[in-house]
T-cell receptor, first 115, second 111 residues
Framework: DTGVSQNPRHKITKRGQNVTFRCDPI?????LYWYRQTLGQGPEFLTY????????KSRLLSDRFSAERPKGSFSTLEIQRTEQGDSAMYLC?????????????FGQGTRLTVV | EDQVTQSPEALRLQEGESSSLNCSYT??????LFWYRQDPGKGPEFLFT???AGEEKEKERLKATLTKKESFLHITAPKPEDSATYLC????????????FGKGTKLSVIP
């Protein structure tokens, strides 16, 4: 399968715990994005990487969220001290971009439930 | 502030009954208008990108069009397997790669 891969698919955690999600983009895609989606809403942008550089972060992204993309390959999204409001589907997408707008391909997402 | 508005929120069609979904976007600075399909519990699946007013793209029973203020997703003779949520997103603003999504239109096609 050469699509965007996300792990785990589901995560249940207790409030206050830290969680980490992994995203493996489509091979050779230099752009990687994280989005969050809650029920009945469209995906909401969190952050964007071009290769290993994090170039854009949403103003809504609290200090408890951090993302990395070492060596410009896979990416991780960590949420510290989880809160019930963090419960959502976390989506990763990647695209091959050398100029302006290009289509982003999404993974299946990681569904986080904070209890 | 960027805003994408989709209508209707939900649409029920009989199999074979053609219709259109609407997406209104922020007028200034549009760099791309995207359509995605999303099935329950899955990530969005890319359908189309439109870049300028007057542009049209087709794929099977779907056709996307773009005007200066809105985009339409036309569904011709839909089948039950077309049932899904259709999301519209805009890319705007110089130097940003942030997609702003609408809430989607949930389409149900009844046999």
């Amino acid at each position: 399968d050469t699509g965007v891969s996300q792990n785990p698919r589901h995560k249940i955690t207790k409030r206050g715990q830290n969680v980490t999600f992994r995203c493996d983009p489509i091979s050779e895609h230099n752009r990687l994005y994280w989005y969050r989606q809650t029920l009945g809403q469209g995906p909401e942008f969190l952050t964007y990487f071009q290769n290993e550089a994090q170039l854009e972060k949403s103003r809504l992204l609290s200090d408890r969220f951090s993302a990395e993309r070492p060596k410009g390959s896979f990416s991780t999204l960590e949420i510290q001290r989880t809160e019930q409001g963090d419960s959502a589907m976390y989506l990763c997408a990647s695209s091959l971009g050398q100029g302006d707008a290009t289509e982003a391909f999404f993974g299946q997402g990681t569904r986080l439930t904070v209890v | 502030e960027d805003q994408v508005t989709q209508s209707p929120e939900a649409l029920r069609l009989q199999e074979g009954e053609s219709s259109s979904l609407n997406c209104s976007y922020t007028v200034s600075g549009l760099r791309g208008l995207f359509w995605y399909r999303q099935d329950p519990g899955k990530g969005p699946e890319f359908l189309f990108t439109l870049y300028s007013a007057g542009e049209e793209k087709e794929k099977e029973r779907l056709k996307a069009t773009l005007t200066k203020k809105e985009s339409f997703l036309h569904i011709t003779a839909p089948k039950p397997e077309d049932s899904a949520t259709y999301l519209c997103a805009e890319l705007s603003g110089a130097g940003s790669y942030q997609l702003t999504f609408g809430k989607g239109t949930k389409l149900s096609v009844i046999p």
